[in-house]
T-cell receptor, first 114, second 116 residues
Framework: KAGVTQTPRYLIKTRGQQVTLSCSPI?????VSWYQQTPGQGLQFLFE???????NKGNFPGRFSGRQFSNSRSEMNVSTLELGDSALYLC?????????????FGSGTQLSVL | AQKVTQAQTEISVVEKEDVTLDCVYE???????LFWYKQPPSGELVFLIRRNSFDEQNEISGRYSWNFQKSTSSFNFTITASQVVDSAVYFCALSEAGNQGGKLIFGQGTELSVKP
């Protein structure tokens, strides 16, 4: 099975711009979650989508949004970029096993805001 | 509140040494799941293990072993006979049964450097 695919791998933007990141989950996985990784804050949960609906959300401002399509692919959007948004954005595809979940991550999109 | 603490920021060992990465967690849930992930320089988080709160059996997988102790809220990870390819950042994470939905609480990570 192909793994989680994230595009683009690297992105450079300037303050005030907006950006869209894409994630294709493992085939058959219906849930996608997004994480932000920075040296200072570590790995932080952004949100999760299941069957095109946002099911869980972390503590990030409204500038961070996402959506999921009927084929389970997901996009994450950040509007009005700030320098502090520079980070590695990781997408995870979830395998549901009974009451538990197992997350499989992509290689991420490295976003630099200048 | 949920929290995961990895007190060791960096560890450096010489190849073939054994190394233990510590993880201490906090949760009020009685049902929860603990994970270890490896992040090599490529950036992808690689799943290593998941353990549920009702299963305190230690697990061994090749050179890797995990020691889960609910009494001390710890889930430590040991690499036996370390190799250069083990060099990476390792993350411990917690998921609560009542608040899953793709949400993992990660520790700050331990950067392991294995020198030849």
């Amino acid at each position: 099975k192909a793994g989680v695919t994230q595009t683009p791998r690297y992105l450079i933007k300037t303050r005030g711009q907006q950006v869209t990141l894409s994630c294709s989950p493992i085939s058959g996985h219906r849930s996608v979650s997004w994480y932000q990784q920075t040296p200072g804050q570590g790995l932080q949960f952004l949100f999760e989508y299941f069957s095109e609906t946002q099911r869980n959300k972390g503590n990030f401002p409204g500038r961070f949004s996402g959506r999921q399509f009927s084929n389970s692919r997901s996009e994450m959007n950040v509007s009005t970029l700030e320098l502090g948004d520079s980070a590695l954005y990781l997408c995870a595809s979830t395998l549901h096993e009974g009451r538990s979940e197992k997350l499989f991550f992509g290689s991420g999109t490295q976003l630099s805001v200048l | 509140a949920q929290k995961v603490t990895q007190a060791q920021t960096e560890i450096s060992v010489v190849e073939k040494e054994d190394v233990t990465l510590d993880c201490v967690y906090e949760t009020r849930d009685t049902t929860y799941y603990l994970f270890w992930y490896k992040q090599p320089p490529s950036g992808e988080l690689v799943f290593l293990i998941r353990r549920n709160s009702f299963d305190e059996q230690n697990e061994i997988s090749g050179r890797y072993s995990w020691n889960f102790q609910k009494s001390t809220s710890s889930f430590n990870f040991t690499i036996t006979a370390s190799q250069v390819v083990d060099s990476a950042v390792y993350f411990c994470a917690l998921s609560e049964a009542g608040n899953q939905g793709g949400k993992l609480i990660f520790g700050q990570g331990t950067e392991l450097s294995v020198k030849p």
